[in-house]
């Protein structure tokens, strides 16, 4: 297989994509995603690590990248909808898009 048909990304490219901390919004978000908590440990999602991007587009469309703190958790079901409603409440934002990862690069 040719290097066409499976691109490797540029050494030094972010294979999870940048947050977009110039928005007007983005720290309204933060803030947003600093009341969802872990129920199992005692610190938000944000300050404990599982947001890894932040996106937010010119429409103010809302992309978070994030994991949980283990595979099995057992709101793994639940915290995606956590995050939704905790963002999609902040005036401006137009839709919340969370994609779930366990292999951040």
């Not at 066409?4 to 978000?29: D, F, K, M, R, W």
């Not at 599982?50 to 079901?77: F, H, K, Q, S």
Request: net charge negative; proline share 13%; glycine share 6%.
């Amino acid at each position: 297989m040719d290097a066409s048909q499976n691109p490797e990304p540029a050494e030094g490219t972010p294979l999870i994509a940048p947050s977009t901390p110039e928005h007007p919004l983005y720290e309204q978000v933060v803030e947003a995603c600093r009341t969802v908590f872990d129920p199992e440990i005692p610190v938000n999602i944000y300050d404990l690590g599982l947001v890894y991007t932040i996106a937010i587009d010119p429409e103010n469309m809302v992309r978070i990248v994030m994991t949980l703190t283990a595979p099995g958790c057992p709101v793994a079901g639940e915290m995606p909808g956590w995050v939704q409603d905790a963002v999609g409440s902040v005036p401006g934002v137009k839709d919340v898009d969370i994609d779930m990862t366990f292999d951040p690069q």
